[in-house]
């Protein structure tokens, strides 16, 4: 199974970019690159995906590697409400349909005022 | 806008007793899914839904039953309770459509419910 890597913890300051790792070196050529993040006692929260090319909204940017065996999220100017743990995840329609929701122990992200 | 509303949000109950989580989404959502989350872990798959009538195991099965009578509630019942099920159960729910069904419809969460057994 195609998995991701991911620091367990980062620090960052206030209103700075964050660059956030995720290493998925056996990715396969349909897995989808997901993010997530989870904020203090709540549920998780859709941050951003994609497949090859790089990709932005409003909350974030994704960064794909070109051999696609790495991907960086990015904030581009962190506040305090960004600290937040962040899932990495590969999400593939060829693999076991229930295989695809299962959420690794992901980064907890601090934010310093 | 109320998303994924979870039942209760805070339950206590001793081993063996039984009870019944309840998840409702208003979005009008094909698939939905039953997580829980130990301390310091990601979230686990238990069991998740396709569309009303259909249910599927997950990565933590055992313990647990699902039913979907009706498409916009999922209910996660545990029959026995044991203290290895206390933990926090996420509700999730997204639309299926399209060539990738639902892989790529982002998950919509619950605030969870905070579950110890004794």
């Known amino acids: 199974d195609a998995k991701t890597t991911q620091p367990n913890s980062m620090e960052s300051n206030e209103e700075e970019p964050v660059h956030l790792p995720c290493n998925h070196s056996t990715i396969s050529g349909t897995d989808y690159i997901h993010w997530y993040r989870q904020l203090p006692s709540q549920g998780p929260e859709y941050v951003i995906h994609?497949?090859?090319s790089n990709v932005n909204n409003r909350m974030a940017s994704l960064a794909i590697a070109e051999d696609r065996k790495s991907s960086t999220l990015i904030l581009h100017r962190a506040t305090l409400r960004d600290a937040a743990v962040y899932y990495c995840?590969?999400?593939?329609?060829?693999?076991?349909?229930?295989?695809?929701?299962?959420f690794g122990p992901g980064t907890r992200l601090s934010v310093l005022p | 806008n109320a998303g994924v509303t979870q039942t209760p949000k805070f339950r206590v109950l001793k081993t063996g007793q039984s009870m019944t989580l309840l998840c409702a989404q208003d979005m009008n959502h094909e698939y939905m899914y039953w997580y829980r989350q130990d301390p310091g872990m990601g979230l686990r798959l238990i069991h998740y839904s396709v569309g009303e009538g259909t249910t599927a195991k997950g990565e933590v099965p055992d313990g647990y039953n699902v039913s979907r009578l009706k498409k916009q509630n999922f209910l996660l019942g545990l029959e026995s309770a044991a203290p290895s099920q206390t933990s926090v159960y996420f509700c999730a729910s997204n639309r299926g459509w399209g060539p990738t069904t639902g892989i790529n419809q982002p998950q919509h969460f619950g605030d969870g419910t905070r579950l110890s057994i004794l």
């Open positions: 995840i590969l999400r593939d329609v060829t693999r076991d349909y229930g295989q695809n929701f299962v």
């Open positions: 994609g497949l090859t």
